[in-house]
Each structure stands twice: as structure tokens, then as C-alpha cells.
């Protein structure tokens, strides 16, 4: 299969990879990048694990070609800390034990990141709503809303 | 499998009509790709449409708004004059999946995905939008409603792409709503659904309907006779159970685990009873 050249930024950065035309940005993030935040749960758009934001849209990875992403603005779990300082959502992930195993936690953390850039002071009904395609098998979500109700709390005084 | 992103109309419409493989076209991707992987379509060719200009355009157009093919639901949501004019469009689009499928979903691909449970057909057929089809042979506007074959079958022919719809104007006094049935509260397929598109006359009556069932027959279903018994009404109750009588004699659902004949025409009705209602206050506090 011919491969294609592809020119784009994630985090920030500016990254040129290459790929077959069926690979997924999922697969070009993990395999080829080397970013292996986002997980693949289902492999079609069900679980959320592979949450990133392209050009500011929270999408699952799994349903975008890695052929998409030329010119785009990948935003992915990796830049979501500044150096060793921790996002607020993340410092409230761990401060409220809103995860278990981890696995759905990063696609939760740019989900949730994503939510409060365009709704600072979401209600628990919409939070629970906006999540709903980020399923977790350990936590039973309760905890998670929970952080993201602190954190949420947290930057909004900040 | 080749994956070319088209940079006009007439370049997609030449790369897929000069094709002799199975081709796809590519909008949002959100059943295409769910598609690829499971083997279920292996096409040789993929045009992705996103990038020819004005498929990601909402814009104003003779009193109505013309949505470009690859305008994806979280943009869609976002329009302030589109949710006015068209709340029930924009609320059956945005029942598709999670946040992250509305990011990318769009409707011309949840119309020519030609499932009878799409959520965002029936209230388009409600509206009476039409779809712009560009091919070999050039433009033309199509109703919604003759997109649908079957399931995942479209009329379009080969080469043939829609590279939008046209949701049209309409007077003040006039909305529309959308429901549907599944068995849990988010990211599922209907079971039954109805979209009812109401212009209410300046005595509060009804001046005109269009109610559309979803996922009761192989293809949306338009009930005219519905549309009909609530016509000239106020929406009493004795009407809206006239009204879900003539939705359920149209009814030709298929029997699955997910829902029986009875039940899947029995809810079509109350579906359509129930989305009557609300696109009638709806337009009423409008007016």
C-alpha cells in the first residue's frame, strides 16, 4: 500500500509522519509517534480511550485517518501538562482517586479538559452527558465527576 | 486502498465516477471507519470531502441556511440561527453518539449511510429539505426523502455526491421536534422515532405538518395521513390519538431483540403524538 506524507501539529509542535491511507491517527499517535496516552478500548468510537482534539473538536483517534490529520491541531493527553506541573484536572484525578486501573483516564482528562474550555461551570447533568462516550469499567464515574467538579471549581478561581 | 482528500466537487466527482473498484466518500467518518475495520466494506478508493471549500459552510440562503455535506453535528449545535429556525434538525443530528462522534458526524453522511434509524433523517424529511447532489451529469436538488432506498442503499448513482442540504425558511409561527425510543438514556439506535414539522396559523391552529417515522420501515417513512388528521387542529387529545392511529397504520417494522412489531409501531405513535406536542408550544411561544 502506497504510503502517504503527512504534516501536522500536535501539542504544539510541528510533527511529519508517514502512514498507509487505512491507519487510523489512533495507530500513527501510538506507533508511530511514540504517544501512547490514548489507549484503544473498542476500536470504533464506542469508548472514548482514544479521546484527543483535532483542530479544537474532541474526536475519538480510532475514527480519524491518520491522512486527516495534514494541517491540523492535534491536541493529545501528552501536552496536557506544563513540564512536571499537572493540569488541575489531573492533580484532581489523583487527589479524589477518580481511577482505578487508567486506562479510560486519559480520553476522560481531554474530554473533561475539552468541556471546560467551552462550558466553565457545567452542571453535574451536563458533565454526566459530555463524559458519556468515556467509559470506565473500575470507578463506577462517581469519583470522576467528583474531580471534575474540583478541578473545574479550581480553575474558575484561578 | 488510496485516500485522496479532493480539493473542489468536480475533482471527487471525477475521481469516484472514473473509478472502476469500490470507492467511499469520506465526510466525517463516524460509520465508514467502523465500517473499514470490520471488513464489512473494503473499498479501493476513499475521496475525503472535507476539504473541498463550502462543505464545511453554514450559510444563509433564501431565508433558510444551507449546511455544507461535511458540517459536523458540534458545529451544527453551535449555529445560533439554525437551533431557531430548526430546533428539532439540530436536536435529532445531536442524539448521534457521544461528544466525540459530534465532532466529527455529519448529517449527509448519517443520511447516505441509509440506515431507517438514523436520527438526523426524520426530522430533515420533517423540515422538507432537499439535498444538493453533484455528479457526472451536474447538479441537482433532491428531496430527502428519495436519498433513502433501503438500508444502506442510496438512489445516488455512481459518482454522484451530495455536497449539501437546504433546510428551508419559514414563517415565525412554526417549529418543529424530534424523539426517539432506545432503552437507555445516551449513544444508542432508535428503536422507533418520529420528527414533526409544524407552521401554526395566526388562530393558533395548525396550518401545516410534515411528521417523518424513523426505524419503522426499511427507509423513513413520511405520514401524510398523520400530518392530515392534525391539520386545522389545536392538538387536542382526541386528534393526537387520531394522529398516532394514522402513524401506526404505516408502520412496517422488523421483529428484533431490540424491539417487536407491536411495540416499534405502538411507540412510533406515541413518539409522533409526544414531538406533535412540543414543536407545537415550541412555535407557539415563537409567535
Same mark, same amino acid.
Given at each position: ?14 510533527? !511529519?509522519? +508517514? ?20 489507549? !484503544? ?61 487508567? +486506562? ?19 452542571? !453535574?447533568? !451536563? ?32 | ?6 480539493? $473542489? ?5 471525477? @475521481?469516484?465516477? =472514473?473509478?472502476?473498484?469500490?470507492? *467511499? ?7 465508514? @471507519? ?27 440562503? &433564501? ?7 461535511? /458540517?459536523?453535528?458540534?458545529? @451544527? ?10 430546533? =428539532? ?15 466529527? #458526524?455529519?448529517? #449527509? ?10 436520527? &438526523? ?6 423540515? =422538507?429539505?432537499?439535498?444538493? /447532489? ?21 438512489? @445516488? ?11 428551508? =425558511? *419559514? ?13 437507555? $438514556? ?9 420528527? /414533526? ?35 386545522? $387542529? ?23 431483540? *431490540? ?5 416499534? $409501531? ?22
Amino acid at each position: 500500500m502506497k504510503t502517504i506524507q503527512v504534516s501536522t501539529t500536535i501539542n504544539g509542535d510541528p510533527v !511529519e509522519f +508517514i502512514c498507509t491511507p487505512d491507519e487510523t491517527l489512533l495507530d500513527v499517535l501510538r506507533n508511530r509517534l511514540s504517544l501512547t496516552g490514548a489507549k !484503544e478500548g473498542c476500536g470504533t468510537g464506542d469508548c472514548g480511550a482514544c479521546s484527543v482534539t483535532v483542530n479544537g473538536r474532541l474526536v475519538c483517534s480510532c475514527l480519524v485517518l491518520g491522512a486527516e490529520a495534514q494541517d491540523a491541531e492535534i491536541s493529545t493527553i501528552e501536552g496536557m501538562a506544563d513540564g512536571d506541573t499537572l493540569h488541575p484536572l489531573q492533580r484532581a484525578f489523583i487527589e479524589h482517586a477518580a481511577l482505578q486501573c487508567g +486506562i479510560c483516564t486519559p480520553g476522560i482528562l481531554v474530554a473533561a479538559k475539552a468541556l471546560l474550555e467551552k462550558n466553565p461551570d457545567p452542571t !453535574e447533568e !451536563e458533565l454526566r452527558y459530555w463524559l458519556a462516550g468515556n467509559l470506565c469499567r473500575c470507578t463506577g464515574y462517581d469519583k470522576i465527576i467528583r474531580a471534575v467538579q474540583v478541578a473545574a471549581a479550581e480553575m474558575r478561581g484561578a | 486502498m488510496q485516500y485522496v482528500a479532493a480539493k $473542489t466537487a468536480d475533482e471527487a466527482v471525477a @475521481l469516484l465516477a =472514473g473509478h472502476s473498484g469500490m470507492a *467511499r466518500v469520506l465526510a466525517g467518518g463516524t460509520d465508514l @471507519l467502523v465500517q473499514l475495520k470490520s471488513g464489512m466494506v473494503e473499498p479501493d478508493l476513499v475521496v475525503d470531502i472535507k476539504r473541498i471549500p463550502g462543505m464545511r459552510d453554514i450559510t444563509p440562503e &433564501a431565508g433558510g441556511f444551507r449546511v455544507g455535506a461535511a /458540517v459536523s453535528g458540534a458545529e @451544527l449545535g453551535e449555529h445560533a440561527g439554525v437551533c431557531a429556525m430548526w430546533p =428539532g434538525v439540530v436536536e435529532g443530528f445531536n442524539l448521534i453518539g457521544s461528544t466525540q462522534v459530534q465532532g466529527r #458526524a455529519t448529517m #449527509a453522511g448519517n443520511l447516505c449511510n441509509a440506515s431507517p434509524a438514523g436520527d &438526523a433523517v426524520p426530522s430533515l424529511v420533517a423540515a =422538507g429539505a432537499t439535498v444538493r /447532489v453533484q455528479g457526472p451529469n451536474g447538479t441537482r436538488d433532491v428531496p430527502i426523502l428519495e436519498i433513502p432506498a433501503g438500508p444502506g442503499r442510496t438512489t @445516488l448513482a455512481k459518482g454522484e455526491i451530495v455536497t449539501s442540504i437546504f433546510l428551508p =425558511g *419559514r414563517p415565525d409561527r412554526a417549529s418543529d421536534a424530534y424523539l426517539r425510543f432506545i432503552p437507555r $438514556t445516551e449513544m444508542d439506535i432508535a428503536v422507533a422515532s418520529a420528527g /414533526v414539522s409544524l407552521v401554526l396559523g395566526s388562530d393558533g391552529t395548525v396550518e401545516s405538518a410534515r411528521v417523518a417515522l424513523g426505524a419503522v420501515a426499511p427507509t423513513i417513512l413520511l405520514a401524510e395521513e398523520a400530518a392530515k388528521v392534525i391539520t386545522g $387542529t389545536r392538538l387536542d387529545d382526541e386528534t393526537l390519538a387520531r394522529m398516532a392511529t394514522a402513524c401506526e397504520a404505516i408502520c412496517k417494522p422488523i421483529d428484533d431483540k *431490540r424491539g417487536t412489531v407491536e411495540f416499534r $409501531t405502538r411507540t412510533a405513535g406515541v413518539l409522533a403524538k409526544r414531538a406533535a406536542r412540543i414543536a407545537y408550544d415550541r412555535a407557539g411561544a415563537k409567535a
